[in-house]
Nanobody, 114 residues
């Protein structure tokens, strides 16, 4: 069974940073494209980034320059580094096997508030 477990969310202030983790099981993350998506309160799922199996990463315009993705193949874990957080980044963050986020984990809550 393919599965993700996300962690690392929390309550932070604007301008703060967080590192989210997505630990995969049932497959090797280096062999697949993986995605981060998020869902803000009352809104649809929003694509955040895609990491291709060759390591290339693309980002949504709303997070370019603030969010970065790294991957630890030995730990089979994908990370999302969130910097200069804004209140509009408040959402549940998921890693997913597809860009639409249909096949995603349980998510981790990020709340940005002063």
């Amino acid at each position: 069974e393919l599965d993700f477990v996300e962690s690392g969310g929390g309550l932070v202030q604007p301008g703060d940073s967080l590192r989210l983790s997505c630990r995969a099981s049932g497959f090797k993350i280096g062999r697949y494209s993986l995605h981060w998506v998020r869902q803000a309160p009352g809104k649809d799922l929003e694509w955040v980034s895609t990491t291709l199996n060759d390591g290339r990463v693309t980002y949504a315009d709303s997070v370019i320059g603030r969010f970065t993705v790294s991957r630890d193949d030995a730990e089979n874990t994908l990370y999302l580094h969130l910097n200069d957080l804004k209140t509009e980044d408040t959402a549940i963050y998921y890693c997913a096997r597809d860009r639409a986020g249909v096949y995603r984990g349980q998510g981790t809550q990020v709340t940005v508030s002063s």
